[in-house]
């Protein structure tokens, strides 16, 4: 079995895949709460000592919490772990940055859309709202803006006349009241930053791309986008299968 990890700054997700990469179990656990205790009674039902598991690895933007998964399971299991940054992601696509700058979540959703032939944009609704460029069989690098949840509930905590309220899709750009209003402007005002990246990069790098929305909040922009799109949530574990090769 391979037992692979997404370890984010609100969500680490774990997941067991047999060796023919067909998932056996899921396990989601809220990275804030992550400690010793946690994981044991948590990850009892996937690491027990009758179970054989060939490759352990992990994407992590978070490496304090890396560091003691990491631990957890060579003390308690003879384990061992792998970050992706440890392994030579280059055989499987060129980085033309310094890859210590990228964050792994990023560099495994390049490896995952990677076809070595066309040319993408990954745009991740994260905590961050980021924007990821591959041409061919290379990453040439991206944007990071502020992320549509973490700005509007900045907003919120910062003005105390308006309420809490969560984003939502909407037709009109003129709101009626403070909640209708905060809706537009985020809405789109994200719409607008994303098709506004888009065109630069197509600009920029003289290149049409495919784009791949992924992130808990692509479902809500994707089809106010005027480029064409589609949705793939599971991009990160992909790259983290294809990255199992590594080992």
């Not at 040319?119 to 961050?128: K, L, R």
């Not at 910062?158 to 939502?168: F, Q, R």
Request: net charge positive; glycine share 6%.
């Amino acid at each position: 079995m391979y037992v692979i990890g997404d370890i984010g700054n609100t969500e680490t997700k774990i997941c067991v895949y047999s060796t023919q990469k067909k998932i056996i179990k899921k396990i989601i656990l809220k990275s804030n709460l992550i400690s010793n205790s946690y994981l044991k009674k948590n990850l009892s039902s996937i690491f027990k000592k009758n179970v054989i598991i060939k490759k352990v690895v992990f994407s992590s933007v978070v490496p304090k919490i890396f560091k003691l998964i990491k631990f957890y399971l060579l003390k308690n299991f003879k384990l061992k772990s792998f970050e992706i940054k440890e392994l030579n992601i280059n055989r499987l696509i060129k980085i033309s940055v310094n890859r210590k700058q990228i964050g792994s979540d990023r560099l495994c959703n390049a490896v995952g859309i990677n076809d070595n032939k066309n040319n993408y944009i990954i745009i991740d609704f994260g905590t961050a709202t980021t924007f990821d460029v591959i041409i061919k069989n290379k990453y040439l690098g991206g944007i990071i803006a502020p992320g549509v949840l973490l700005s509007l509930n900045t907003l919120i905590s910062k003005a105390s006349l308006i309420p809490s309220l969560k984003l939502k899709k909407v037709k009109n750009v003129l709101g009626k009241n403070t909640i209708s209003a905060v809706r537009s402007g985020f809405y789109w005002g994200y719409i607008g930053l994303v098709e506004n990246i888009i065109d630069r990069i197509s600009k920029h790098t003289k290149k049409k791309y495919k784009l791949i929305l992924t992130g808990g909040y692509s479902h809500l922009f994707i089809k106010s986008i005027k480029q064409k799109a589609r949705i793939d949530k599971d991009i990160t574990i992909k790259g983290l299968l294809k990255i199992t090769k590594l080992l």
